[in-house]
């Protein structure tokens, strides 16, 4: 059973910083982040491939920066200039080479203005 355990997020002022982790118990081809406010549609933030191609949704280009060390199977997401909209319920996805999904359990990143 692969198994994604997340760590991070918390409460940040605006224009402030945090870092999620999201470790995985094997390797995994694709891995990222999606997140979800209320009232919203989920919506990707970031993905990476094991060759390191990274993808990001567009709010967050420029601010967020995803990335992945493939020895411990674990992924970063770097967020930078937070805004009070990028508060989410922030989700670790990841996605084996049968294109089989897992997902974290999920973590709240609250931003305050």
């Known amino acids: 059973q692969v198994q994604l355990v997340e760590s991070g997020g918390g409460l940040v002022q605006a224009g402030g910083s945090l870092r999620l982790s999201c470790a995985a118990s094997?390797?995994?081809?694709?891995m990222g982040w999606n997140r979800q406010a209320p009232g919203k549609q989920r919506e990707l933030v970031a993905s990476?491939?094991?060759?390191?191609?990274?993808d990001y949704g567009d709010s967050v280009k420029g601010r967020f920066t995803i990335s992945r060390d493939n020895t411990k199977n674990t992924a970063y997401l770097q967020m930078n200039s937070l805004k009070p909209a990028d508060t989410a319920v922030y989700s670790c996805?990841?996605?084996?080479?049968?294109?089989?999904?897992?997902w974290g359990q999920g973590t709240q990143v609250t931003v305050s203005s």
């Open positions: 990476i491939t094991g060759a390191g191609i990274t």
């Open positions: 996805f990841a996605q084996n080479l049968r294109r089989i999904n897992y």
């Open positions: 094997e390797n995994l081809e694709i």
